[in-house]
């Protein structure tokens, strides 16, 4: 069954009347979007999943810069493009021109929200700064993303998702504990900022129906990896140690890691003292629950590499798909290491519906990661595919009041 078609469960079905209204809790709202690359396109996307009419502009000559960052490519564009702009209409301006700048001007007279990234200090951030865009549209919603954020001595610096998890302790965090450090592989920089600053612009449309204004809201890749700490950051507050990489390992959970079987790993995930009694009896070692170096979470942290090497040594043994098998039915979490292609061949994903078709006008049918959140037990459709540069360039103008000839002189034809 198609996923956008599958009835939900008799706990969460809607009733009729909840059924005739579609999971889009953001239609009506108008949104334009001046940003590139990840973190402000993925707000953006996640902005038009919920209903939001989103305008993407674009600069003729190229368009967004993620359009070219491949291979891989599917059709014309490449799959980095594809992933994060869906349920968009694609228009193309010169912002740095006098019509272009006007033309957006048009677009936000009945906007909602805007979202850019422009560089500090920028032509164009001084072009659509917030204190004059507030004196003209008192209910726009603006939300900037940055680096680094709006202040400090790192405030004008550039960066990219790699940069931001260099910079702010992911990559220190993330590797083997005797190998280099390494990034980790989601571009967490980008996409931390971008569903905070989600967070951020969903809050002020919820506020401005309160004081009828709008407001500026910023985030920072730097910022939303600091948030993102959480129990590393508290506990190097209470130590003053630098913790250091720990592999697949937790730092304050023992065992709570990938283990290697005869055929590759999977992972336990012991969080009580209970639970590791239970995996030391299904691996045939009661006596471990009882050794004074193991009998509590705070000693097999401790003892992390002793009790380590103990279960390796059992491990090695069998295959995952037994280790799985015989822990699983005791209550002990444990998961095999999956693929994307096991993934998303996965029953559970196919349950949740999280993988939608959309028809592209260059590739014909193209999959797309769904929304990951469901209204009255219905997920958000993917409507429309991520639009070639400029699709929609004359159909958007034409609603801003722009006829044949101003169009041919914006778009930069004879």
Known sequence: MPAESRPASPETRPTPAEAARPASPLAGMKVVDL????AGPY???SLADLGADVIKVEHPEGGDPTRAWGPPFNGPEATYYLAANRNKRSVTLDLKSPEGQEAVHRMLADADVMVENFRPGSSLADAFDYRTLSERYPRLVLLHISAFG????????????MVAQASAGLMSLTGEPDGPPVKAGYAMGDLGAALFGLIGVTSALVERERTGRGQYVTT???ESQLALHINWATGYFATGERP???????????PY??????????VIAVGSDGLFCRLSESLGHPEWADDPRFATNRDR????????AKLEAVLADETVAHWCALLKPRGVPVAPIRTLDEVYDCPQTEALGMVQKVDHPDVGPLQQVAFPVSFRGERPAVRTAPPTLGLHSRDVLAELGYDEAD????LGHP
Request: charged share 20%.
């Open 301 to 308: 942290v401790t003892h992390r590499r002793a009790l380590n």
């Open 407 to 410: 169009m041919d002189r914006l």
């Open 244 to 254: 250091t990489r720990l592999g697949s390992g937790h730092p304050s959970l023992v």
């Open 35 to 38: 940003s590139k690359i990840l």
């Open 220 to 222: 920072s890749l730097y």
């Open 43 to 45: 707000v953006t996307m």
């Open 257 to 266: 890691q990938a283990y290697p079987a005869s055929d590759g790993h999977f």
């Open 150 to 161: 709006d202040t400090g001595p790192l405030r004008d610096e550039p960066g990219y998702d």
